[in-house]
């Protein structure tokens, strides 16, 4: 059916060519990107360079997209063929400034990387951010793109504290409150492994690995739990926790934990300590929760919605008779559904992840400020080829006045309060997203490589994505307004292996370039891991 498929494609036109060639470059269907190829000699020299030369899908060449989906025997004929009409095999991504070999580095592919340099591929070529090829050769403890693995990954083994920005509330917990403008390293006396993180404004808690929290930042109203309102520039454990947590949420001036009986414990705005919540049903138990500085919504293990509290704007979903739910309420609204994760961002909106018994599909709704009764926000792709199927949600967050979705697929949905339908998100499409974060101002990401991105809002130039730092091996990110809290893998040598080598015998400030020749002699082994910025 492919090869039909492939024989009636219209050879004249060059655009379907280059569409179709894509799509079966992302769609991993290796076998018709070979027959499109093949079709693609028999058309004129002007048809071929219209679809192997320019820059195409969103800025980046069809070499680009051949060293990140196509198999080995597909790049070498495309790579042929763009020396064959004289196109340049170093064409820089508009959007990154990555080559080829960029991108065969930051996607660790050693036999595309030899063999783009073996073709005359450049390794002495600077991207946007300043980086040679080698820079991106990047190799942190824990590199999968699953979102559940990497969450499995964390609850297992924890991870290290980065924090970075303004600390002006000693809400990062380094003891002082200094702006820092990189990523710094924070110690916990008695923590070794971190496993979540939460953060507001004003204060910060750390989930570690077996099962106890710490908090730290300003204590006005209680919001660290601490039985006192006194602040706190280093984090200190909370003492009137149980040690089995599982997990941790904030708001603007309060916290909440959950443990792993599915007890639920809030503190803040006057109540200094963890306090059970009041009206949890006995025989029900909380996995997950999400709270406002006035309401609380949860998560039952059995996949129930349930909310308390104030319902300002409707963000309890209970509709706009119910101004006030003084214990938890089921939403009866999602009977049909199974809810995975639940979200609310202060009085604006609320949003749920839930899967549907009946379709057996996961679902996405939303509602709040001026959306008074749940609404389903559908998935759409920018074009066609962005990538097949837009997959599950896993995790919403709030950036600016939009919202934004990661997926299974490892993409970035946006839409605002009230719309039907929540669109990929362009500027991350090249890349595979594990985990958001959202402030007032941008959007935070990081890819499957542990770099933290940041997205600036749309402008005259029409927006763009800037690396956070240099830093690598990032598992997951939180923030909150002027702060980023990071849970980083541990990091490792310098050099692992190279034949006959070791980092200790490796001059300072060689490294660099012994990397380069290594490339250049096309006999690197690329299981080096550069040090780390």
């Not at 934990?257 to 025989?283: C, E, F, N, R």
């Not at 997205?455 to 990110?477: D, F, H, N, T, W």
């Amino acid at each position: 059916m492919k090869d039909r498929r492939a024989r009636s494609l219209r050879i004249e036109d060059s655009f379907d060519l280059l569409y179709n060639l894509v799509d079966a470059l992302r769609g991993g269907d290796q076998r018709l990107a070979s027959k499109l190829l093949v079709d693609l000699e028999k058309s004129s020299q002007a048809i071929q360079k219209r679809v192997f030369l320019p820059l195409c899908d969103y800025g980046c060449s069809i070499l680009h997209i051949a060293v990140t989906h196509a198999s080995f025997s597909v790049l070498s004929t495309i790579t042929c063929k763009v020396l064959d009409l004289k196109g340049d095999i170093d064409l820089r991504d508009l959007e990154s400034g990555w080559t080829a070999l960029h991108t065969a580095c930051y996607l660790r592919k050693p036999h595309f990387a030899r063999y783009l340099v073996s073709k005359g591929a450049n390794p002495n070529k600077r991207d946007n951010g300043g980086n040679y090829p080698y820079d991106l050769l990047i190799s942190d403890s824990y590199t999968s793109s699953c979102f559940e693995e990497r969450r499995r990954y964390l609850e297992n083994s924890g991870g290290n504290v980065l924090v970075m920005g303004s600390n002006a509330s000693y809400q990062m917990g380094l003891g002082d409150n200094d702006v820092d403008v990189s990523m710094r390293p924070l110690t916990i006396d008695g923590l070794l492994g971190v496993r979540m993180t939460a953060t507001g404004s004003k204060h910060t808690l750390f989930l570690g690995a077996c099962g106890a929290v710490w908090a730290a930042g300003f204590g006005e109203g209680g919001r660290l739990g601490l039985g006192n309102e006194n602040t706190k520039a280093e984090a200190e454990q909370i003492k009137g926790l149980p040690g089995d947590i599982c997990y941790i949420t904030v708001s603007e001036s309060r916290s909440a934990a959950i443990s792993t009986h599915g007890a639920m414990y809030i503190w803040g705005s006057g109540v200094l300590k963890p306090t059970k919540v009041s009206g949890q049903p006995k025989d029900i138990r909380f996995v997950s929760a999400a709270i406002g500085d006035d309401h609380a919504l949860a998560v039952d293990e059995a996949g129930g919605l349930w909310a308390w509290g104030r319902n300002d704007c409707n963000v309890l979903g209970l509709g706009p008779v119910v101004a006030h739910q003084p214990s938890p309420r089921l939403v009866t609204r999602f009977s049909k559904w199974r809810i995975r994760s639940v979200f609310t961002f202060q009085n604006r909106a609320s949003v749920v992840i839930g899967y549907d018994k009946v379709l057996k599909r996961l679902e996405m709704f939303c509602w709040g400020k001026g959306v008074p009764s749940p609404a389903k926000v559908a998935l759409q792709v920018a074009r066609p080829w962005a990538f097949y199927y837009p997959t599950d949600p896993l995790k919403v967050v709030l950036a600016g006045k939009r919202m934004y979705a990661l997926t299974e697929s490892n993409q970035v949905f946006s839409w605002a309060v009230g719309d039907p339908i929540a669109t990929q998100s362009i500027m991350f499409h090249k890349r595979a997203i594990v985990d958001i974060a959202g402030n007032q101002e941008s959007l935070l990401a990081v890819d499957q490589y542990g770099a933290l991105l940041r997205m600036l809002p749309k402008g005259a130039s029409g927006g763009r994505i800037e690396p956070e730092g240099s830093y690598r091996g990032i598992l997951s990110v939180t923030s909150a307004r002027n702060h980023i809290v990071c849970i980083a893998a541990p990091r490792r040598p310098a050099l692992d292996s190279f034949p006959g080598t070791r980092a200790a015998s490796c001059p300072d400030g060689s490294l660099r370039s012994l990397c380069a020749s290594q490339l250049a002699n096309e006999v690197v082994h690329l299981e080096i891991v550069l040090r780390y910025a």
